[in-house]
């Protein structure tokens, strides 16, 4: 398993009370399966996305990425974790607004030592970024970002994508051909995919679909 979580339970402070936002949440994800997870806004979709990227502190339970078990891990073990094995793709894309397209993306493939020049310019024309490269995110259209934001991430090659709504900013014709070339590229690169939506249509092109309900998740079968 690329992706094992368990029992997980994660509280945050709402003013004066507290509130449990993930109540003894388990998950599994395997290399090559493409996971849904929906779920009410506010629900904790973010918060486990951070969790699993190591992003935010595990209260309780515990998480396993590779072979690494995010609890007892060092900052050190967490951040080379997150330029080998995951790829995220964030609700606000954090592009860097100093490199172009290009550099862009191009730079998470450096951090991982997988850069490979031809395999991103080959990314970037599947995504339909090849007249961009040259462009600088704050010339970019939403939707132009939120695609280069899936370049950067698949071109490091990981083990483990993270998507937070990555469909979020596009229309329902380029949001199918995006989630379409996502799948394609996490199973040709035999990698899994956790990606966050709140479209039945996109959630339905996925292997398995998640929601969570009052802090846990229930499986959507069918
Ligand atoms: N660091 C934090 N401290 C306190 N509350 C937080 C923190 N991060 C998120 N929250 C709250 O946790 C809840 C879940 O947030 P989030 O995980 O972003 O939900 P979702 O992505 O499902 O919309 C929200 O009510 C949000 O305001
Ligand atoms: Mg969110």
């Given amino acids: 398993m690329i992706l094992a979580i368990e029992s997980v339970s994660h509280r945050i402070i709402d003013g004066d009370s507290h509130r449990l936002l993930l109540a003894n949440l388990s998950l599994t994800v395997a290399r090559g399966e493409c996971v849904a997870l929906m779920g009410e806004s506010g629900s904790g979709k973010t918060t486990l996305l951070n969790l699993i990227a190591g992003l935010e502190p595990i209260q309780q339970g515990n998480i396993k990425v590779a072979d690494l078990w995010l609890k007892q891990a060092s900052d050190k073990q967490l951040s080379g974790l997150r330029k080998k094995y995951i790829g995220i793709i964030f609700q606000q894309f954090n592009l860097l607004s100093s490199l172009s397209v290009k550099d862009n ?106 929601r969570i309900v009052d802090g846990s998740l229930t499986l959507h079968q069918g």
């Fill in 105 to 210: 993306i191009e730079f998470s493939a450096k951090l991982s030592g997988r850069f490979n020049k031809a395999h991103g310019l080959g990314l970037a024309n599947e995504l339909g970024l090849t007249s961009l490269l040259t462009k600088y995110p704050a010339t970019l259209s939403q939707g132009e970002m939120q695609r280069v934001a899936i370049a950067r991430a698949l071109n490091a090659g990981p083990q483990l994508l993270l998507a937070d709504e990555p469909t979020g900013n596009l229309d329902k014709n380029n949001s199918e051909h995006v989630v379409d070339q996502l799948i394609k590229l996490a199973k040709l690169n035999n990698a899994a995919l956790l990606m966050v939506t709140h479209s039945a249509e996109v959630a339905c092109r996925m292997d398995k679909i998640y």
